[in-house]
């Protein structure tokens, strides 16, 4: 049998109800048909999760996956995914997360893990040399992640390890509840820490001892290189560096996007507080990076006393600061920061979380709850106290926080009264800090149509008209010039998005992180970069042009995922908010004209009815998807 | 003339490609166990740091290897362990002081820094510029910053005391 490069070739099954491991290989098909990562999850769960299954049940499964670039040289290529499904939407769930787990996943011998099953007491699972077992953690149990990972660190020994754990939101099965790996780094959104915790694993060890094959070390090498040298040289990339995704902020606000008091508006007074300016100054000792990162957008900062002292951490993000920030029109960056730091260590989504909270404001200020509600607590805007004790709340269901713990979608549709109105989410997932109004419409499309909810970086940031880059994308076939970020319909608008969507998806499955395509062509990994790359480090030869087929068919089966799962047109519409003008500042008055328009523009873009948003029997024919398409058929959901 | 593998310390995010490099270049598997770099993150406290073979030569000295298979490289300065005649007993790696010298768990035999001949390439994978390698007596000079800075936070005895005052003087 020929050796696999890149791959480690192996894939993990664990069943935790039986507590077994078995060690398959992997298809050697999978590499042309799927490329890997989110590619792979996607296939899986289209062939093994049973429909409409409740993903906090036994049946679930719970999919980490590396892409063959995942832990290599290749710059930017450190990154973990999961997949599963979403406890919070009900639809298809991913996340992505840096620091080295997934580095260490593959060093450890896997490309992919997955996990069924629900084990009768805690345990957490262990790898090592091509191996796994899994250990009891009845004595991990209620540890915070930071906690638990010393813990398991201590246990371990002398050895460098990688741990992926969930906290007490994620034992607690808090909606948004996240996995979090190497102290800080969060596998945020969609719940996938809620689905862990309903499966009594605390946490994933990985401790190496494999290694990763390369097909041409010199070439690949000098490959690398190169990309390293191009990508560090590009001043987008240089700024992200410098300020971290947080010099956003000034930014954004400056042209009214800077999402304020839970959308009502797109302009916060205060912003240079909670500014990368801020940060720098007062709180941050250094930069970190991800496994085999070159840009480094990651803080590494603390809180020295008060009472928002806080130990050494990463972060805050952008997201963060917003979420925590001016959505709550708090200018606290002490605050923040402990929000930050209280929210991985709980392990919760800081979107969901600081966005559910928004909300809650917004409702008792508008009268639709009240102290009988929250247990007494007296919710006003800019009450950073109250936002923190919520989220200890939160994590362990006390009281108000039981209720919030559901996110701000199931949570109004418990009270009623009107809170409803007020929630700002597609498929049940919060819109995070970019706001589609201001930015770019391809936001409102990803949004509306996205996979896993409204997300801005799943697959990709899609904002290339803002940033007026197109990351190498034109060789593919991306319109140019981009439209203008307002225009919306019949300026090429869904054609477009196809390719930008793509591009995401080929990310994903390769492994890397979006960052490194958002710059200009030669400062990215372009698609034809990317194909060189994969082809020195794998021996299978792809040129961009299959990688993105490879790529439609994983957008492609996650759609067909959500169809089976009772996916509807109505469920990709932009919440109330999206076409209420912004009230304030530079971007007063702007919302989204056409959102149905944009919507089926991109139906259309993507070879699906515009009509009722199935997939259409010639798309799936054409990326010979024979499964997918006699499936979506037995539930009479083609087009 | 020589030249000296260095670190910036404030510079390194510890993301590791050093060691990726280091592995790929010298086994062609990327394995950080197999690296002769070590990038030491300690997550919940702020360091980072890249930790490598000052070439110092205690392992080389006479009596620690068995197979005197350690040698100094004389264009390069480098202390090269011979994997041909390496048997892994790990004497090299109980006398290394700064433990960068392991035993690889294929071929049970040491992997120390050399230098790759005089091209290192873990610094041309830095893209901080943490790593770099210069020149023998630039290095020299910030060999004297480094260890100037050890001293900064306490009083070190190193001054002798002032002399009594000369016999007859007021």
């Known amino acids: ?639 | 003339m020589v030249k000296v593998l260095m670190v910036i310390p404030d510079r390194c995010t510890g993301c590791g490609r050093c060691e990726e490099a280091c592995s790929l270049y010298h086994f062609n598997v990327i394995d950080p166990l197999l690296s002769a770099i070590h990038v030491v993150r300690i997550e919940n406290e702020p360091v980072d740091a890249p930790v490598f073979c000052i070439q110092c030569g205690l392992c080389g000295i006479p009596g620690i290897c068995p197979e005197n298979a350690i040698y100094r490289d004389p264009n390069t300065f480098s202390v090269i362990i011979d994997r041909d005649r390496c048997t892994g007993c790990g004497n090299c790696v109980a006398a290394c002081p700064y433990g960068v010298i392991t035993i690889d768990r294929i071929e049970r035999k040491a992997i120390k820094c050399d230098l790759c001949g005089g091209d290192p390439q873990c610094v041309k994978a830095c893209p901080e510029n943490a790593l770099v390698y210069v020149e023998a007596e630039d290095a020299a000079y910030y060999k004297r910053i480094f260890f100037a800075k050890l001293q900064r936070k306490e009083l070190v005895p190193i001054v002798p005391y002032p002399s009594p005052k000369p016999a007859g003087d007021s």
């Open chain 1, 1 to 639: 049998m020929e050796e696999w490069h890149g791959y480690t070739g192996n894939v993990l099954r664990v069943d935790l109800g039986r507590g077994k491991v078995v060690i398959e290989k992997l298809d050697r098909a999978w590499p042309k048909l799927y490329v890997g990562g989110l590619g792979f999850a996607s296939k899986v769960m289209w062939d093994e999760e049973p429909p409409k299954v409740d993903p906090l049940s036994k049946e679930s499964l719970l999919i980490a996956t590396a892409g063959p670039m995942t832990g290599t040289l290749a710059p930017g290529s450190g990154n973990i995914f999961w997949a599963f499904k979403s406890p919070q939407t009900g639809f298809w769930g991913e996340t992505r997360s840096g620091g080295k787990f997934g580095a260490f996943m593959k060093y450890s011998g896997f490309d992919m893990i997955i996990i069924r099953g629900r084990s009768e007491r805690p345990v957490y699972l262990y790898l090592e040399d091509c191996k796994a077992e899994i250990r009891d953690a009845t004595h991990l149990w209620g540890m915070t992640v930071h906690e638990a990972t010393n813990a398991i660190k201590e246990e371990v020994g002398a050895k460098e390890v990688s741990v992926a754990a969930i906290g007490p939101a994620g034992e607690n099965l808090v909606r948004y509840a996240s996995i979090i790996n190497d102290y800080d780094r969060a596998a945020g959104r969609s719940g996938g820490g809620a689905v862990m915790g309903s499966k009594q694993l605390k946490a994933i060890v990985a401790s190496g001892g494999c290694g990763i094959r390369v097909y041409d070390p010199e070439r690949f090498l000098s490959l690398c290189y190169e990309a390293q040298r191009a990508i560090t040289s590009d001043s987008g990339n240089m700024v992200m560096g410098m300020h971290g995704t947080i010099g956003g902020v000034m930014s954004l606000n400056a042209m009214g996007g800077l999402p304020t008091q839970n959308f009502r508006t797109g302009y916060f007074e205060n912003a240079y507080r909670v500014s990368s300016d801020a940060l720098e100054r007062n709180y941050m000792i250094k930069r970190r990076a991800c496994h085999s990162c070159v840009i480094g957008c990651s803080r590494y900062s603390y809180v020295s006393s008060g009472k928002y002292a806080t130990p050494p951490n990463e972060g805050p993000e952008y997201e963060t600061v917003d979420m925590a920030g001016p959505m709550a029109l708090n200018d606290n960056m002490e605050a923040i920061i402990r929000f930050n730091y209280l929210a991985n260590n709980y392990g919760m989504d800081t979107i969901t979380l600081g966005h559910t909270i928004s909300w809650a404001i917004e409702a008792y200020e508008l009268g639709m709850i009240n102290e009988n509600d929250t247990g007494g607590l007296k919710l006003r805007w800019g009450d950073a106290d109250t936002f923190l004790t919520l989220v200890d709340m939160i994590a362990y269901r006390r009281g108000f926080g039981n209720l919030l713990a559901e996110g701000s979608y199931v949570a109004s549709k418990r009270i009623g009264r009107g809170t409803e109105e007020l929630v700002n989410h597609v498929k049940g997932l919060e819109l995070p800090a970019h706001d589609p109004r201001a930015e770019s419409k391809f936001l409102a499309i990803q949004y509306a149509i996205g996979p896993r909810g409204a997300c801005h970086e799943h697959p990709i940031y899609p904002s290339y008209d803002l940033m007026g880059v197109d990351a190498g994308m034109r060789e593919v076939g991306l319109p140019w010039p981009l439209p203008d970020r307002l225009e919306e319909v019949g300026v090429n608008r869904g054609k477009a998005y196809r390719i930008i969507a793509l591009f995401g998806e080929v990310i994903n499955s390769m492994g890397y992180c979006n960052f490194y395509a958002a710059t200009v062509a030669k400062g990215s990994l372009n698609p034809s970069r990317i194909a060189r790359l994969y082809s020195s480090l794998t021996g299978i030869e792809m040129n961009a042009r299959e990688i993105f087929e490879a790529a439609e068919r994983t957008w492609n089966i996650k759609r067909a995922f959500n169809l089976r799962e009772g996916l509807e047109k109505a469920h990709d519409s932009l919440p109330k908010r999206m076409t209420t003008p912004i009230l304030s500042g530079p971007s007063k008055g702007l919302k989204v004209e056409k959102p149905k328009e944009l919507v089926e523009e991109a139906y259309e873009a993507f070879g699906w009815d515009k009509e009722t948003g199935y997939i259409k029997e010639s798309t799936l024919q054409r990326l010979s998807l024979r499964e997918v398409l006699e499936g979506l058929k037995s539930i009479g959901k083609v087009a």
